[in-house]
Structures are given as C-alpha cells and as structure tokens.
C-alpha cells in the first residue's frame, strides 16, 4: 500500500500543485514594539522594500515612522494585509496587546518576531512571548534576525 506521501508526490498528483510563485505581493507593516525591535527593523528598513511601511510602537500602540512623525495605527493597519510585529527579550512589548486588537478588528494577519533570542535567557524569552502570543497567530523565534527579511521577500514585499 503506498503512503499518502508518496500518493501525493507522484506524477499524477503533480498535475495539481500550483506552479507559479505567489503572484500578489503582499503589503507588510512591520512594527517595532521595543528598542531591540527598533534597531533590527531599522535595519531592515534599509533594504528597498516596495510593499512595506516600518513603524515603531509606544507602550499604548502610538505608531511613529522611522523618522519619528506619528502615524495613526488604524490607517497602518487598514493598508496592510500582514503586519509583522518584532519585539527583543525582556517583555517591554505592551504595545503589543494594542496593536494585536487592531489587527484582530481589521482581520488582518499577524507575525511575531521574538529577536535577540540566542543570548537572552529563558525567563526574558517567555516574558516576551507571554505579550505576543495572544495577538500573533505565528510566532518566530528567530536565531538570526535576517529572518525576518527573507520571509518578507518571499512574499514579495
């Protein structure tokens, strides 16, 4: 009897698969919840992104850009259709809960980025994805923070 696995991979079953890459790019925000977070996506924000805004958060979900102008947290959300929040270890990421329930009205896609993860102690760490885990239905604790932009570019960001 063949395995489902193998059922699925034969020729016969390839005929079904989408071939083409994902053809829409998607518009990200990405949203930096604490200072760890802001340097890595400042960072990132350096990179030429089409399909992406890079905003830093304050404790009551005050959005501000990268140059420091605010910006309204329901219009960052209504243009996005993921928003990817990054926050480092050591639980300072109360906007998170804010940005969460904006995201959850609008029923918009959230991914959490725990960075910093490989040097931080396991109690910062949970602290941490205590704040994110209600709010993201992903979350990445990343080794490396290139993570982040090379899920964005395969979305096409």
């Known amino acids: 009897m063949q395995t ?3 059922r699925m ?3 016969a079953e390839a005929r079904f698969r ?3 890459p994902n053809s829409l790019p998607r518009a ?3 949203i930096a919840l604490d200072a760890a977070a802001a340097d890595v996506v400042a960072k990132l924000a350096a990179d030429q992104w089409r399909h ?3 905003y830093t958060a304050g404790p009551a979900g005050a ?3 990268l140059t420091g102008a605010p910006r309204r947290l329901d219009d960052a959300i209504a243009a996005a259709d993921l928003v990817v929040l990054v ?3 050591g639980g300072l ?3 998170a809960a804010a940005v969460g329930r904006a995201c959850s009205d609008c029923r918009v896609t959230t991914t959490a980025f725990l960075v910093g993860a490989s040097t931080a102690p396991p109690p910062e760490l949970s602290k941490t994805l205590a704040q994110l885990r209600p709010w993201s239905l992903m979350v990445v604790i990343s080794e490396h923070d290139e993570y982040i932009g090379d899920m964005m570019a395969a979305l096409r960001a």
Do not use: N, R
Request: hydrophobic content about 55%; overall charge negative.
């Open 4 to 6: 489902e696995s193998a």
């Open 9 to 11: 991979t034969s020729a």
């Open 18 to 20: 989408v071939q083409a």
């Open 28 to 30: 990200i925000a990405v």
């Open 52 to 54: 992406a805004t890079f």
């Open 63 to 65: 959005l501000h850009d």
């Open 87 to 89: 926050a480092g270890p």
């Open 93 to 95: 990421a109360p906007a």
